[in-house]
T-cell receptor, first 114, second 116 residues
Framework: DGGITQSPKYLFRKEGQNVTLSCEQN?????MYWYRQDPGQGLRLIYY???????QKGDIAEGYSVSREKKESFPLTVTSAQKNPTAFYLC?????????????FGAGSRLTVL | AQKVTQAQTEISVVEKEDVTLDCVYE???????LFWYKQPPSGELVFLIR??????QNEISGRYSWNFQKSTSSFNFTITASQVVDSAVYFC?????????????FGTGTLLAVQP
């Protein structure tokens, strides 16, 4: 079955450590996105990529970094510069034939900073 | 500025009751899209519906129906004869036009709990 796989599902990190969240899709989608979800705040866009080797900052990119070396993969690194990294992180993708902004989401990764 | 407001933070109903989830949006664009997504306890968001700004026709899909009213900037979602499986967080979202560069603006979500 086609879809988006995020790993790990749960992650604990000590303050000052970088951590990388994996996002892999086998939908042959061009565009990929990272969102952050906090209680009572909905989803906020961190980074997005429309094509391999290209990505743009979203609304809350500070303290995060991404890469897009392969079409299928869009990993997110939460750096030590992110002041409040504890959150639920969702990866999404969109294909060219998909209707305007209809996204397919992964099951998410929950990051907790100890 | 674009904004989506879901004033209902949590709703609790008993199975078989009808329930309406409210969504009010703000935008200065004439072309835009509105969405509803469902987030079950598993975490991933599931697409339910997309509406463009030129199509105010209401839509019904099984027990789900959507009422789009541009005059009140609302896109409300009704579940008829609710079931326990409907328990989830529901997000309303807005985007300007299409394309990967056009961001989805999400509301804060409404947690629906359907009691047996």
């Amino acid at each position: 079955d086609g879809g988006i796989t995020q790993s790990p599902k749960y992650l604990f990190r000590k303050e000052g450590q970088n951590v990388t969240l994996s996002c892999e899709q086998n939908l042959n989608h061009d565009a990929m996105y990272w969102y952050r979800q906090d209680p009572g705040q909905g989803l906020r866009l961190i980074y997005y990529s429309q094509i391999v080797n290209d990505f743009q900052k979203g609304d809350i990119a500070e303290g995060y970094s991404v890469s897009r070396e392969k079409k299928e993969s869009f990993p997110l690194t939460v750096t030590s510069a992110q002041k409040n990294p504890t959150a639920f992180y969702l990866c999404a993708s969109r294909g060219r034939r998909t209707g305007a902004n209809v996204l397919t989401f992964g099951a998410g990764s929950r990051l907790t900073v100890l | 500025a674009q904004k989506v407001t879901q004033a209902q933070t949590e709703i609790s109903v008993v199975e078989k009751e009808d329930v309406t989830l409210d969504c009010v949006y703000e935008t200065r664009d004439t072309t835009y899209y509105l969405f509803w997504y469902k987030q079950p306890p598993s975490g991933e968001l599931v697409f339910l519906i997309r509406r463009n700004s030129f199509d105010e026709q209401n839509e019904i899909s099984g027990r789900y129906s959507w009422n789009f009213q541009k005059s009140t900037s609302s896109f409300n979602f009704t579940i008829t004869a609710s079931q326990v499986v409907d328990s989830a967080v529901y997000f309303c979202a807005l985007s300007q036009g299409g394309g990967a560069t056009n961001k989805l603006i999400f509301g804060t979500g409404t947690l629906l709990a359907v009691q047996p």
